[in-house]
């Protein structure tokens, strides 16, 4: 008997995976929640009162932190992280590659000749890592190399536990020396507050006096695959690109639509219950679990939180999920589309502003005041995505969602708002100018007459829409699974505070004129309804008539990448990131060449380790099956006598087919390499950029196809990758 192959040897260790232990006795969620954070309880038990009180202050109103208070705050966090076996701590911060960085310090000291553990204030409160080697965007060459981080009192230090004690990781902002952020943290803190006084605005027109600002809120459904860590391992493409560059469709894919909320299976029911214990003490409330659409595809949802800290969460719940699918030896898949012809992964950022008394400002409410109110923020976010619309775009553009958007299974490029029957009727009759009949038991009935009455329970739902309201929420789901979501909550909320700014200048010149503030309100809202009316589609945003139905109301369709980006660059998409003081010129400038270098680099490598995986185990392969049938072609030619002449003809045929493939994947490969070659000359990163999108995405497909084609000709134990339908199945 041969020996097994190296695929089959990995069928045969995840076979024998079995057994996996019980925990019979399982702690409450609430045993063990936030024990690794550094909370407000236990700021509460472990700070003096009056240090206590000035940290809480300091993070209610978003203020930065007297350096006076630090080093109480500094030893108070030492103590309580050494407790818990802490040995180092780090400022952890959110580059612009999407990651997050860290960079442990311990917190011994010299004291006299004693070595001893000290966290000082100014150590808490300020980092100097070395810039240098983050991506920039040029910014290395404008600013000094070094940079610093600084930390954010308003999401909470926590621990991360290692093999032999833990570290305490202290959320940070990254901030050159001449004070550029160099972070994705710190635009998304600057259009909070942008944001916070724009609307704080709204709330003071309708009389409330009481509240003192606006925050913005989001809740992160993060999609992600697992597969077996063996296959993994045998997928350099995987490993090194994300997704899978060659591999033959498997005869069941999603057809069945068995996988979306089926049962969980076992294997992976215990590494979700295992991340969700360690997210549960890291302060993440991880709340929802489900099968996806796809084989071997699933979702975490936790409770929403302040923008910044809901941010900070998604990244940690990515990294968990990473760790805790390692540990159960498997292997998470972030990317946006690891299979082709397979739905990809996406993440559903749901957002919303409620103000510092906890109320949703999105929430319709009971009084003609607050329904009123509810408008002008609503019909602001319309008029936000009207007018950026392309930079809502932008903000979730990169190689791994080009795969998704537009492809049937998420929504496409273009952005588009879903409100729901009723919403839309209510504005329809602001249009009209009259007011909305009260309509069955939906309707909350007003008493002033000029007011439209508004609904208070959405329930129909569109899943094909970019950007839907919720109820209480938007959900913005074209966001990349793969991404940081600050980018497009930062660029959300900016755009909103802009129209917001916008309307309220309108209503406030209406006001002036003498208008009683009411019909002020109501004036300008009407406008704003009928302006920005083409962006309202309550329709399949999947289908061909959408496409044209946009194109003819003149909205932006841009499917690309290396094309969304130019939305950054527009003048007055500068002009608003600036108004709101999210963005200096330098800051996006850099931002964008970032974007562009990200984006060409991921196609770089796509290249090369696809034309590594041709060269050193596609061909090599097709070559042991084109020996084979050379000699079986040349035994039953020698033969013929016995079994006839024509007896070696297929044979022969399928050797010039593999032949013919083979020879064509090599020409595929090599047109493939003269693209990257001609692409490598533009020495303009955006016509760089935009010519490998032209060129080198077609080109990869088109390498791909003789090595699906030949995935499905040669013997099975001569394939040497992992096949869909063993990655996407097997577990
Ligand atoms: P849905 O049925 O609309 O998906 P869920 O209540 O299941 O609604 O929420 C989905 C996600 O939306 C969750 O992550 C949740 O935390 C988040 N979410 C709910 N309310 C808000 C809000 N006010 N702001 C931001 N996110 C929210
Ligand atoms: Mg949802």
Same mark, same amino acid.
């Given at each position: 008997?041969?020996?097994?192959?190296?695929?089959?040897?990995?069928?045969?260790?995840?076979?024998?995976?079995?057994?996996?232990?019980?925990?019979?006795?399982?702690?409450?969620p609430t045993e063990h929640f936030g024990s690794n954070t550094f909370n407000d309880k236990v700021m509460r038990e472990h700070l003096?009162?009056? =240090?206590y009180?000035?940290l809480r202050?300091?993070i209610?109103?978003?203020?930065?932190?007297?350096?006076?208070?630090?080093?109480?705050v500094?030893?108070a966090m030492k103590e309580w992280a050494i407790n818990k076996g802490v040995?180092?701590y780090t400022?952890w911060?959110?580059?612009?590659?999407?990651?997050t960085?860290?960079?442990?310090?311990?917190?011994?000291?010299?004291?006299?000749?004693?070595?001893? &553990?000290?966290?000082?204030?100014? #150590?808490l409160?300020?980092?100097?890592?070395?810039?240098?080697?983050?991506?920039?965007?040029?910014?290395?060459?404008?600013?000094?190399?070094?940079?610093?981080?600084?930390w954010d009192p308003s999401s909470p230090a926590f621990i991360v536990d290692?093999?032999?004690?833990g570290i305490l990781c202290i959320p940070s902002?990254?901030?050159?020396?001449?004070?550029?952020?160099?972070?994705?943290?710190?635009?998304?803190?600057?259009?909070?507050?942008?944001?916070?006084?724009?609307?704080?605005?709204?709330?003071?027109?309708?009389?409330?006096?009481?509240?003192?600002?606006?925050?913005?809120?989001?809740?992160?459904?993060?999609?992600?695959?697992?597969?077996?860590?063996?296959?993994?391992?045998?997928?350099?493409?995987? #490993?090194?690109?994300?997704?899978?560059?060659?591999?033959?469709?498997?005869?069941?894919?999603?057809?069945?639509?068995?996988?979306?909320?089926?049962?969980?299976?076992?294997?992976?029911?215990?590494?979700?219950?295992?991340?969700e214990h360690e997210l549960y003490k890291l302060g993440v409330p991880a709340?929802?679990?489900?099968?996806?659409?796809?084989?071997?595809?699933?979702?975490?949802?936790p409770i929403?939180a302040e923008?910044n800290v809901g941010a900070d969460r998604n990244q940690i719940i990515?990294e968990v999920?990473?760790?805790?699918?390692? %540990?159960?030896?498997?292997?998470?898949?972030?990317?946006?589309?690891?299979?082709?012809?397979?739905?990809?992964?996406?993440?559903?950022?749901?957002?919303?502003?409620?103000?510092?008394?906890?109320?949703?400002?999105?929430?319709?409410?009971?009084?003609?005041?607050?329904?009123?109110?509810?408008?002008?923020?609503?019909?602001?976010?319309?008029?936000?995505?009207?007018?950026?619309?392309?930079?809502?775009?932008?903000?979730?553009?990169?190689? $791994?969602?080009?795969? %998704?958007? $537009?492809?049937?299974?998420?929504?496409?490029?273009?952005?588009?708002?879903?409100?729901?029957? %009723?919403?839309?009727?209510?504005?329809?009759?602001?249009?009209?100018?009259?007011?909305?009949?009260?309509?069955?038991?939906?309707?909350?009935?007003? $008493?002033?007459?000029?007011?439209?009455?508004?609904?208070?329970?959405?329930?129909?739902?569109?899943?094909?829409?970019?950007?839907?309201?919720?109820?209480?929420?938007?959900?913005?789901?074209?966001?990349?699974?793969?991404?940081? =979501?600050?980018?497009?909550?930062?660029?959300?909320?900016?755009?909103?505070?802009?129209?917001?700014?916008?309307?309220?200048?309108?209503?406030?010149?209406?006001?002036?004129?003498?208008?009683?503030?009411?019909?002020?309100?109501?004036?300008?809202?009407?406008?704003?309804?009928?302006?920005?009316?083409?962006?309202?589609?309550?329709?399949?945003?999947?289908?061909?008539?959408?496409?044209?139905?946009?194109?003819?109301?003149?909205?932006?369709?841009?499917?690309?990448?290396?094309?969304?980006?130019?939305?950054?660059?527009?003048?007055?998409?500068?002009?608003?990131?600036?108004?709101?003081?999210?963005?200096?010129?330098?800051?996006?400038?850099?931002?964008?060449?970032?974007?562009?270098?990200?984006?060409?680099?991921?196609?770089?490598?796509?290249?090369?380790?696809?034309?590594?995986? =041709?060269?050193?185990?596609?061909?090599?392969?097709?070559?042991?099956?084109?020996?084979?049938?050379?000699?079986?072609?040349?035994?039953?030619?020698?033969?013929?006598?016995?079994?006839?002449?024509?007896?070696?003809?297929?044979?022969?045929?399928?050797?010039?087919?593999?032949?013919?493939?083979?020879?064509?994947?090599?020409?595929?490969?090599?047109?493939?390499?003269?693209?990257?070659?001609?692409?490598?000359?533009?020495?303009?990163?955006?016509?760089?950029?935009?010519?490998?999108?032209?060129?080198?995405?077609?080109?990869?497909?088109?390498?791909?196809?003789?090595?699906?084609?030949? &995935? #499905?000709?040669?013997?099975?134990?001569?394939?040497?990758?992992?096949?869909?339908?063993?990655?996407?199945?097997?577990?």
């Open positions: 008997m041969s020996k097994p192959t190296v695929r089959e040897e990995v069928l045969i260790k995840i076979a024998s995976n079995g057994k996996i232990p019980i925990d019979p006795n399982p702690e409450r003096p009162k009056d =240090v009180k000035k202050d300091t209610s109103k978003g203020e930065k932190l007297d350096i006076g208070i630090a080093n109480t500094a030893h040995s180092h400022h911060f959110q580059p612009q590659t999407g990651l960085a860290e960079k442990h310090d311990s917190f011994l000291e010299y004291d006299d000749q004693n070595v001893i &553990e000290r966290f000082k204030g100014s #150590q409160v300020q980092g100097e890592p070395d810039a240098s080697s983050f991506p920039s965007g040029g910014a290395r060459t404008t600013f000094e190399a070094r940079g610093y981080t600084m290692g093999p032999k004690g902002l990254f901030i050159s020396y001449t004070g550029e952020a160099l972070d994705k943290k710190t635009p998304l803190l600057r259009s909070m507050d942008a944001l916070s006084r724009s609307a704080t605005k709204v709330l003071r027109l309708f009389g409330n006096q009481k509240v003192k600002r606006v925050v913005t809120t989001i809740g992160t459904e993060q999609e992600y695959f697992l597969i077996d860590k063996a296959f993994y391992y045998l997928r350099p493409d995987l #490993q090194l690109t994300g997704r899978t560059l060659l591999g033959a469709p498997s005869p069941k894919g999603q057809q069945l639509d068995d996988h979306y909320f089926g049962s969980i299976k076992e294997r992976v029911l215990a590494f979700m219950q295992d991340a709340t929802t679990r489900h099968n996806e659409v796809a084989p071997h595809q699933f979702e975490i949802a929403f923008a990515m999920l990473k760790k805790i699918a390692n %540990r159960h030896g498997l292997a998470l898949l972030l990317h946006e589309k690891p299979f082709a012809g397979i739905n990809g992964s996406g993440k559903h950022n749901n957002w919303s502003i409620s103000d510092s008394e906890g109320n949703n400002l999105l929430d319709p409410g009971d009084t003609p005041e607050q329904n009123l109110q509810f408008l002008v923020f609503l019909i602001a976010i319309l008029q936000a995505v009207y007018k950026y619309g392309g930079l809502l775009r932008m903000s979730i553009a990169s190689a $791994g969602n080009d795969h %998704r958007l $537009g492809a049937n299974e998420a929504p496409p490029a273009i952005i588009s708002v879903f409100l729901g029957e %009723r919403l839309s009727t209510i504005l329809n009759d602001i249009k009209k100018g009259k007011r909305t009949k009260k309509a069955e038991d939906y309707i909350i009935d007003l $008493g002033i007459d000029k007011i439209p009455a508004i609904l208070r329970d959405n329930t129909d739902r569109n899943r094909t829409s970019p950007f839907a309201f919720t109820g209480q929420k938007f959900e913005f789901r074209a966001v990349g699974s793969s991404a940081s =979501v600050s980018l497009p909550n930062t660029i959300l909320s900016a755009a909103v505070a802009d129209s917001i700014d916008q309307i309220l200048n309108e209503i406030d010149d209406e006001i002036a004129k003498g208008l009683p503030r009411d019909d002020s309100v109501l004036k300008v809202l009407q406008k704003y309804v009928k302006e920005t009316e083409p962006i309202r589609f309550e329709g399949n945003n999947y289908s061909k008539e959408w496409e044209k139905e946009a194109a003819r109301r003149g909205l932006p369709n841009v499917r690309k990448t290396a094309y969304a980006l130019d939305f950054f660059k527009s003048p007055e998409n500068i002009e608003m990131l600036k108004r709101q003081g999210v963005y200096s010129e330098i800051e996006i400038e850099n931002r964008y060449n970032t974007k562009l270098e990200q984006y060409i680099t991921a196609l770089e490598i796509e290249k090369q380790t696809l034309c590594d995986l =041709v060269q050193t185990r596609v061909i090599p392969a097709a070559l042991e099956f084109q020996n084979q049938l050379i000699q079986v072609i040349n035994g039953l030619k020698s033969l013929d006598e016995v079994v006839g002449e024509e007896a070696f003809k297929e044979q022969a045929a399928l050797l010039k087919t593999v032949t013919d493939l083979m020879h064509q994947l090599r020409q595929n490969c090599a047109d493939l390499e003269s693209a990257v070659h001609k692409g490598e000359a533009f020495t303009d990163l955006s016509q760089k950029a935009k010519f490998f999108s032209d060129h080198i995405t077609v080109a990869l497909d088109q390498v791909r196809q003789p090595a699906d084609a030949l &995935e #499905q000709i040669l013997p099975d134990n001569l394939w040497p990758l992992p096949k869909y339908s063993e990655m996407l199945f097997i577990m």
